[in-house]
C-alpha cells in the first residue's frame, strides 16, 4: 500500500535551521525572498520590483556581489550586505576529460562533497547535476550508490552546481536574451548523485528557478529529472514541476531489478509501469525515456529486448541504451558491443528509438554511474579501497 504522505527525505537536508548571520539568497523562491526582503525594511510597494532586480543580477548576470547591482540605490545595496549573501559551493577541483567532458568536485555546507558533469556535444551541452549527498538506493551496477546517504542538498545547492558551471564556461558574456540555441549550458539532467524524488521539494523549488524566464530561463523541455522508480511521486512531479522524465529500468523482471534496482522490491515492474502509463503529462511530443544500463549475461539478451517491448507496449517512449560504465570493485562487465547492436535493432524494429549513449569522460570517472566524491572514497578505511581497487 502506498503511504499518505510524501516519502522525501528532507529531514535530511541541513541547515535544519536558519543559520544566525546572513542568508544565502541563492535558491529562494520569489515568495521567500518577497518576505526577506519585507524583513529588512523594503517598503511593501518596492518588494516586488525589488525581487525582479536580484533576481536577474544573479541568475541572468552571474553577479554576486550587491555593490555591482547597480540599478539598487547605494543605501539598499548596503542593507543588503548586511542582511544576505550570494553563495554557490565551493568548487574544489575540476577534471577535464580528452573528449571536452568536466567534472566538477563540489563542497557544500559542512564540508560535504558532491559532484556535477558538464558534457559538450555538437548541439548542445548538458550538465548533469546531483541531488543528495550520496544515495539511499545501492543499485548494484552504481558506483554513486556505494556512498552512503549523507543528506539531501538545499534548493541553492542544485541551483549552485548549475551556476557554477556557467562560470566555468563563461557563459554569462556568451547568452543573448533567452535564445537557447546559442547556449553551451543548454540542457540539464538530473542524473547525478542521489535520488531526486526522495528531495523532491528541493528540486522543484530549484527547477522552478531554473525555468522562469527571469532566472536561468531553460525550457522545461531541456530539463530531465531521472528517477529509479519512487512510484507516488511520479505524478507529482508533472503537476509540480513538468520536466520531462526519465526511468532508472535496467530490468524486464523483477528477479532481475530487484538486484540491480533494489527500490523495485518496494515498487514492483507492474506499479512503475502503471504509474508511467498515469503519467500527466505522457504524449508522441513528451516521451518518457526509459534508461537501460546494458550489463553483460545480466540484462542483454534478445529475450530482454523482447520483453521490454512488451512491458513498455503503449507507452510513448524512448530507450536510451547505455553500455556499462566499469568502476573498480563492480561487479559487473560492459555487455559486448555485438550483443548492444543486436538489442538496439529490436527495439527500433517495434518502433522505439534506441540510441546508444555514447560513455564520455570515462577516464576521469564521470560517465554515468560512476560518480562519487573523491575525498569520501579517500576517508575509506584502506581495507575498502583495498576491496575495491584490488591494489
Not at 548571520?21 to 524583513?39: A, F, Q, T, V, Y
Amino acid at each position: 500500500m502506498e503511504p499518505s504522505l510524501p516519502i522525501t527525505q528532507d529531514l535530511l537536508t541541513v541547515p535544519r535551521t536558519l543559520p544566525s548571520g546572513p542568508i544565502n539568497l541563492i535558491g529562494m523562491s520569489r515568495s521567500l525572498m518577497s518576505e526577506r526582503l519585507l524583513g529588512i525594511g523594503t517598503p511593501k510597494k518596492q518588494v516586488r520590483m525589488r525581487v525582479t532586480q536580484i533576481w536577474q543580477w544573479i541568475y541572468q548576470k552571474g553577479i554576486r556581489n550587491f555593490a555591482e547591482m547597480t540599478n539598487l540605490s547605494k543605501s539598499y545595496r548596503d542593507l543588503l550586505i548586511d542582511n544576505f549573501v550570494i553563495e554557490v559551493p565551493q568548487v574544489v577541483s575540476k577534471q577535464c576529460s580528452k573528449d571536452g567532458t568536466r567534472k566538477y568536485l563540489l563542497r557544500l555546507a559542512g564540508g560535504h562533497e558532491v559532484e556535477a558533469v558538464y558534457i559538450p556535444e555538437e548541439d548542445r551541452g548538458t550538465l548533469c547535476i546531483s541531488s543528495q549527498v550520496g544515495c539511499t538506493l545501492t543499485c548494484s551496477f552504481c558506483h554513486t550508490g556505494t556512498q552512503k546517504l549523507v543528506r539531501n542538498l538545499t534548493a541553492g545547492e542544485i541551483v549552485g552546481q548549475i551556476l557554477i558551471a556557467r562560470d566555468d564556461l563563461d557563459e554569462w558574456t556568451n547568452v543573448n536574451g533567452t535564445n537557447n540555441e546559442i547556449r553551451l549550458l543548454s540542457n540539464v539532467v538530473l542524473m547525478g548523485m542521489g535520488e531526486p524524488l526522495y528531495n523532491f521539494e528541493n528540486v522543484r523549488d530549484a527547477l522552478k528557478i531554473v525555468m522562469d524566464p527571469e532566472g536561468i530561463c531553460l525550457s522545461r523541455k531541456r530539463i530531465t529529472l531521472s528517477t529509479s522508480g519512487v512510484v507516488p511521486e511520479i505524478s507529482r512531479t508533472a503537476d509540480e514541476i513538468g520536466c520531462l522524465l526519465a526511468v532508472s529500468f535496467h530490468g524486464t523482471t523483477d528477479e532481475i531489478r530487484d538486484k540491480l534496482v533494489p527500490i523495485n522490491k518496494k515498487w514492483n515492474i507492474e506499479t512503475l509501469i502503471k504509474a508511467l502509463r498515469d503519467y500527466p503529462r505522457l504524449s508522441n511530443s513528451e516521451r518518457i525515456t526509459f534508461e537501460y544500463v546494458m550489463i553483460k549475461d545480466v540484462n542483454d539478451s534478445e529475450m530482454d529486448a523482447f520483453r521490454l517491448i512488451k512491458l513498455i507496449a503503449g507507452i510513448p517512449a524512448k530507450i536510451n541504451l547505455i553500455p556499462f560504465n566499469e568502476w573498480p570493485g563492480s561487479p559487473y562487465k560492459r555487455s559486448d558491443w555485438s550483443q548492444i547492436k543486436k538489442f538496439a535493432d529490436i527495439i527500433h524494429r517495434a518502433g522505439y528509438a534506441s540510441p546508444v549513449r555514447t560513455p564520455r569522460g570515462e577516464d576521469i570517472m564521470a560517465a554515468c554511474g560512476q560518480l562519487k566524491s573523491e575525498t569520501e572514497r579517500q576517508r575509506k578505511p584502506r581495507k575498502e579501497i583495498t576491496f575495491e581497487t584490488g591494489i
